[in-house]
């Protein structure tokens, strides 16, 4: 039988969450945790840590350097907001196709990333924007780069007693623009066959984000300056970029498959960042 | 065929009436608003749980079953194994009775029980079920067709057990059933062919995908008996064989099938319940099993094929000849699979003239789980081949494909199938080809990456049948109308109402449908094969009749006269003075004790001995679809642009039912021909039973633009000239797609579903071709 708590703020959910004597899982949406509870397969935590009702909390903080987004930010909290959608697209286009509009205004993403599934859809999108992980525990905060957070599948960088407060993205650079582009089986409600979100940042850095072509999300640095527009001096350099890429053959799709559609939505999304810089300066 | 069940009184439509309006669906806010209660909303305070014991592999043998821990944990009153059962095993089935109530010593498909736990809560029986010690011995199952067939593959069932396969020719083997349909001379036409297309297809495994799980409660009653709630389509057929196999009578087996939640073939043939029926009168408790969706999936399925055919055409575009040999995927038990063969392979040469044809078919038993009916029978699964034969003879011909179907089609009355039992056309199916081009824009030209495709479909329905029904006409002019079909969503109930209704002049909303209940309702032989409309349908009219008649011969006794002096039409009693309103004459010739007028109505068609398909079709579902997709050909994703589904409805009874059927086939054709198969690994386990990794449409994935219509003649064998028409938009789905597809992509395509993936590797394929 699974115990219900509902954690009244940060140092009350800690608490539970570091019990060594029972398996406390932490709930947010529940879009992942339910329906793996549903299944009957995951074998049931003890304990069900619900964060919703988190008095000091803060949700989505926009600042001038940039956007806090608290625990409890939904995918539909994010999507709606203005200053996110101007300065980072490929979180936008990513949060934006996160399962149905319902799942949307469930899920969170902060729960996305600690579900750490490698084919998470906004990874790619934190990765490419510079996030940074807050994550908190009895003995105090610490932030890691989302580029280290993750470790396997299903594992990060947070571990027992401990708790992701926040994602926090840096203002972009002026100039920067970025998008996201995701393979699925069908066109509604599906998981990431695989996904590219890529950034073309302001002072010349170009960055991919890759989802579902490895044991966790990718970040993957093109050289600075490399002229996307031409395919002649693009594609050996996205051969080299997306060696790391090391996909697997399952139900989804075979290996071979995900490596040539890695590529293909590597160049379209590096394409459509560049489009987007373009708009934002004119 | 059609002319049995024919008859002079299949009524014309009131102008006035609610037959062939829009009427509104009959329970339709309840379904919509979730107030209908399916069988897991019903509430059994004292029922148990329980949790089935499977093993995780598709076979093996059972070397023991330990139960002991099971039974000491906490909350669980009762383990069910073989062991419990009768010996030898009881085993049911319709045309095979091969299937045990648990495995027999052997588990022959993935899911098949080995045991059950009931407890007291449902967590308690889940938790004791994993502590079930199975001890088993895998055996070298066959998953595939290739594998089945292949020399010395291990035999699904036992060739030596006197129950299933002695005496049988074929039992050295593991083909259940096999049919041949043959007519001319295949070497004589195929001289006369300027082209001659070879292929070989595969059609995959699918699930029916009901919204509603299956589920089932088994509950003892007080004076022996048994009552069962499943969400069933047979309510009358689960009775027999429960009955059969407990040892009850057909009165002491009572079964409540409750609407189901969909049913597409799946809720046809017991599964779980006769395990059910021996589990609750083992305990003398009631005991209830509720399956989720992944569980589901694993446990109902359509059979899969491989088809080789080789069809001739002269340069003009006459089909010559047509060459099929085909293996249905069946899996462990024959369930309904080996009629799935027939009937599907029956038609395999389509509803085309052909001078000389070949259908080779056969059903091949595999280690996987039993496939049942599912909505297009066999049909699909041919269809696949033979309708993309006949585009890639179009196409290498230079000739239109959609001309060259119109040249090849009969002419109604004309034969598809020739021979003894020959199949002839009982429609004007040119009319639904020409309707769907008006309305695909078929001559339109198309941008640049987009691709136009057209199929056409058959199937023959029903070919016997008994449907009987009650309808009550009761004092205060309200009526009450017994009709067993289950209404899983296709608006059965409507249709009963507003054929009372029209029929008996009472309004709509004081016609109240009965069915779903043995105890209650009088015998229907099933709800399948797209038959209730014209079976059931004819036997509610013919019921309605027989109120009409005694009330016109009690209206005369009582007023004096000669009934032969009265008649009577739709809602009245004729009289020489004038119409009497029917509840009218009916109060005034029931008198002051009041009571009621109960009109009986039998519908019933034998079948033909020797026949293929058991008997004539009563009448055949013809349907004509275009598909057109825009391609990314750098990813293999396509978007159905435009998909148009026309089907030869005889008469719409209730044109917004008839669109939602045609528009629901539509879409679930087009998910079973681009996304839906069941993927099994080396040991014979589903890989993809959830929801998560088996897809279906959602609403982003239909047709941005899906126009459906029907073509009218008022020419069916049911009421007011109506055929079935609920399977026609399936038929030829996949290969409408698969020629849009083609269209665009410029490679053929030969195996379903059209994931992107495999539209992307036939493209770099052929490029690659190209440049070597």
Not at chain 1, 20 to 27: F, I, P
Not at chain 2, 116 to 144: C, F, N, S
Request: glycine share 10%; charged share 20%.
């Amino acid at each position: 039988m699974v115990t219900y708590y509902k954690a009244h703020a940060v140092a009350d959910a800690l608490e539970v969450l570091g019990r060594k004597d029972v398996d406390a899982r932490a709930l947010l949406g529940g879009t992942d945790l339910l329906v793996g509870l549903d299944d009957r397969l995951d074998s049931a935590p003890g304990v069900v840590v619900d964060l919703k009702g988190l008095a000091d909390e803060t949700p989505l903080a926009v600042e001038d350097s940039g956007v806090r987004i608290g625990l409890t930010v939904t995918m539909a909290d994010l999507v709606a907001n203005p200053t996110v959608a101007a300065w980072y697209p490929a979180l936008v286009q990513a949060a934006g196709v996160v399962g149905s509009v319902a799942i949307r205004n469930r899920a969170t993403v902060v729960g996305n990333i600690c579900n750490a599934s490698p084919a998470s859809d906004t990874a790619p999108a934190l990765l490419v924007h510079g996030a940074n992980v807050r994550i908190a525990s009895a003995d105090g905060e610490r932030v890691v780069p989302i580029s280290e957070f993750f470790v396997a599948p299903r594992v990060t960088t947070c571990g027992r007693g401990e708790l992701v407060t926040a994602v926090e993205l840096p203002r972009p650079v002026p100039g920067t623009g970025s998008a996201f582009q995701r393979l699925t089986r069908r066109w509604g409600v599906d998981l990431a066959t695989v996904s590219v979100a890529a950034a073309v940042h302001g002072d010349g850095r170009i960055q991919l984000g890759l989802g579902a072509v490895a044991p966790t999300p990718l970040l993957v640095d093109l050289p600075a300056g490399t002229d996307l527009a031409d395919r002649a001096v693009l594609d050996p350099v996205l051969d080299e970029a997306l060696a790391v890429a090391t996909p697997i053959s399952d139900i989804r799709a075979a290996a071979d498959y995900r490596t040539a559609m890695v590529r293909e939505l590597a160049a379209r999304a590096l394409q459509a960042a560049l489009d987007s810089t373009r708009r934002t300066q004119a | 065929m059609g002319d049995a069940l024919r008859s002079q009184e299949v009524g014309t439509l009131r102008p006035d009436g609610n037959v062939g309006t829009r009427t509104k669906r009959y329970g339709g806010l309840e379904r919509a608003s979730g107030a209908q209660k399916y069988v897991a909303d019903l509430e059994f305070p004292e029922a148990l749980q329980v949790a089935i014991v499977t093993i995780p592999v598709g076979c093996a043998d059972i070397l023991g079953v330990d139960t002991a821990e099971a039974e000491a944990m906490p909350g669980v009153v009762g383990v069910l194994t073989a062991a419990d059962l009768p010996s030898p095993m009881p085993r049911f089935g319709v045309s095979h009775k091969d299937r045990p109530v648990m495995a027999d010593g052997r588990v022959n498909f993935y899911g098949e029980p080995v045991a059950a736990v009931a407890a007291l809560t449902q967590e308690q029986a889940d938790a004791a079920a994993r502590v079930v010690k199975v001890d088993y011995r895998e055996l070298p199952g066959v998953y595939t067709l290739d594998a089945a067939l292949a020399p010395g593959a291990h035999l699904v069932q036992d060739p030596s057990d006197p129950t299933k396969r002695a005496g049988d020719a074929l039992r050295e083997t593991n083909v259940i059933e096999e049919q041949t349909i043959a007519w001319g001379d295949l070497a004589e036409q195929e001289a006369k062919a300027a082209l001659v297309v070879e292929d070989s297809y595969s059609y995959p495994m699918m699930t029916q995908f009901p919204i509603e799980p299956l589920a089932v409660i088994a509950e003892p009653t007080d004076v022996g008996g048994l009552t069962l709630y499943t969400p069933v389509q047979h309510p009358y057929l689960m009775q027999r064989i429960v009955a059969g196999l407990v040892g009850k009578t057909l009165g002491q087996v009572h079964v409540i099938a409750p609407d189901p939640g969909g049913g597409f073939g799946g809720k046809q043939i017991p599964k779980y319940e006769p395990l059910m029926a021996f589990l609750a009168l083992k305990l003398g408790r009631t005991v209830r099993l509720t399956l989720n969706l992944a569980e589901t999936t694993t446990a109902i399925r359509r059979a899969g094929a491989t088809v080789h055919a080789r069809t001739g055409f002269t340069s003009e575009g006459d089909i010559v000849f047509h060459h099929v040999r085909i293996d249905y995927q069946i899996g462990a038990y024959a369930d309904v699979a080996p009629r799935v063969m027939t009937k599907g392979s029956y038609v395999g040469g389509g509803p085309y003239r052909l001078p000389a044809c070949l259908i080779e078919a056969r059903a091949v038993l595999t280690n996987t789980p039993v496939s049942t009916a599912m909505r297009g029978y066999g049909a699909p699964q041919i269809s696949w081949a033979t309708e993309s034969q006949i585009t890639d003879g179009a196409r290498r011909l230079g000739l239109d494909p959609a001309r060259v179907r119109l040249r090849n089609l009969v002419e109604n009355g004309e034969e598809f199938v020739k021979g003894e039992f020959a199949g002839k056309a009982d429609g004007e199916w040119k009319q639904a080809v020409e309707k769907a081009m008006e309305l695909a824009g078929w001559d339109d030209p198309l941008p640049p990456n987009r691709g136009r495709g057209i199929a056409v479909g058959i199937k023959s329905s029903a070919t016997s049948g008994l449907s009987q029904s009650l309808v009550r006409l009761l004092y205060d002019g309200s009526a009450i109308v017994y009709a067993g079909t289950s209404d899983m969503g296709q608006g059965a109930r409507t249709i009963w109402a507003q054929t009372v209704a029209d029929e008996l002049g009472v309004p709509l909303e004081k016609v109240t449908v009965i069915s779903g209940d043995t105890d209650l309702v009088p015998f229907d032989l099933q709800t399948s094969a797209s038959r209730s409309t014209v079976f059931m349908g004819t036997a509610v009219l013919r019921a309605c009749r027989d109120v009409r008649r005694q009330v016109r011969e009690m209206y005369a006794e009582r007023v004096g006269v000669e009934p032969g002096e009265l008649d009577d039409e739709p809602g009245a009693v004729l009289t020489a003075e004038g119409a009497v309103a029917l509840d009218e004459a009916a109060r005034i010739g029931l008198g002051a004790l009041r009571g009621e007028v109960l009109g009986q109505g039998t519908c019933r068609l034998e079948g033909r001995k020797g026949h293929p398909l058991g008997g004539d079709a009563s009448f055949y579902e013809f349907n004509c679809s275009i598909s057109e997709v825009e391609l990314d050909a750098g990813t293999g994703q396509f978007v159905i642009t435009r998909h148009v589904s026309v089907s030869d409805v005889g008469t719409e009874l209730n044109p917004i039912q008839v669109t939602a059927q045609e528009e629901g086939g539509a879409i679930m054709g087009i998910g079973q021909a681009d996304m839906e198969q069941l993927v099994f690994d080396e040991h014979g386990r589903l890989l993809n039973p959830s929801a998560i990794d088996y897809r279906v449409p959602t609403y982003k994935d239909v047709p941005l633009e899906l126009f459906t219509s029907a073509v009218e003649n008022h020419d069916g064998p049911g009421p007011y000239g109506s055929k079935g028409m609920s399977e026609g938009p399936i038929l030829c789905t996949g290969a409408a797609l698969g020629a849009a597809v083609t269209a665009a992509a410029g490679v053929k395509i030969t195996d379903l579903p059209l994931t992107a993936e495999r539209i992307w590797r036939a493209t770099r394929a052929a490029a690659e071709g190209a440049i070597a």
